[in-house]
């Protein structure tokens, strides 16, 4: 078996959490406090919640989506494959280290996606874009931690609550979707997006695609045209 190599490590901003970037052959993992966040070799549900997502808003002629944690870029390259010409994307990732690694060793994991003009990163934490915007995106695609009740970091706790949820339901236009990826389910979670106004929808994936790993959850909650 070839040993596990650490190949870089960054501190998470705000917080004492570290993130570690290991390499085994032609496999990676991230990985923090020895829990694995994400790996190379399985990423199906990373792609399906990109996938899922933009369906929903296919018939938009100039879609706009904001992606919540870059990881690996799965879920971002997933995303430009379904949108057209006119769409974009802007990635919020907190760690700038994340974006160089994607710029380096990971970029051929994701096909380069980085360097597709349709994609602009900020470093920036996606709790302080969600707080500002109004109306701005057709899709919000939430994949910065392990779910609702397995954050990263203590201050990813807002935007699962009431406050966080709300703020998306604004950020978001008419009938948009705001797509959550969790490891497991979460009723209350579920119960909380629909007191923010959403319709949800609950999809189980497998994550290493159609019939392979543990699976993993997804929420696709559209906003509803009013809140009563």
């Known amino acids: 078996m070839i040993p596990w190599e650490l190949i870089d490590s960054a501190q998470v901003p705000g917080n004492k959490g570290v993130l570690r970037l290991y390499r085994r052959g032609e496999e990676y993992s991230i990985r923090t406090a020895g829990v694995e966040l994400m790996n190379s070799r399985v990423?199906?549900?990373e792609e399906a919640l990109a996938e899922f997502a933009c369906t929903k808003i296919a018939s938009r002629t100039r879609p706009y989506i904001l992606v919540g944690g870059l990881g690996m870029g799965y879920t971002m390259a997933a995303a430009l494959k379904m949108l057209g010409a006119s769409g974009r994307i802007v990635v919020a990732e907190l760690?700038?280290?994340?974006v160089d690694w994607n710029r380096g060793p990971l970029e051929g994991?994701?096909?380069h996606a980085l360097r597709d003009d349709r994609v602009r990163v900020v470093h920036a934490d996606v709790c302080k874009?969600?707080?500002?915007e109004i109306q701005a995106f057709d899709a919000i695609l939430l994949d910065v931690d392990n779910g609702p009740g397995s954050v990263i970091s203590s201050g990813n706790d807002w935007l699962y609550c009431g406050d966080g949820l709300d703020a998306a339901f604004t950020a978001l236009r008419p009938e948009g979707v705001l797509a959550v990826w969790s490891a497991g389910r979460d009723?209350?979670?579920v119960w909380r997006l629909h007191q923010a106004g959403f319709a949800v929808d609950e999809v189980n994936v497998r994550a290493r695609g159609r019939s392979k790993?543990?699976?993993?959850?997804?929420?696709?909650?559209?906003?509803?045209p009013s809140r009563k």
């Open 187 to 189: 009723r209350a979670f």
């Open 129 to 132: 874009i969600l707080q500002k």
């Open 43 to 45: 990423h199906g549900s």
């Open 109 to 111: 994991l994701n096909g």
């Open 95 to 98: 760690v700038p280290k994340v």
């Open 213 to 224: 790993g543990r699976r993993n959850t997804i929420w696709l909650a559209t906003r509803k």
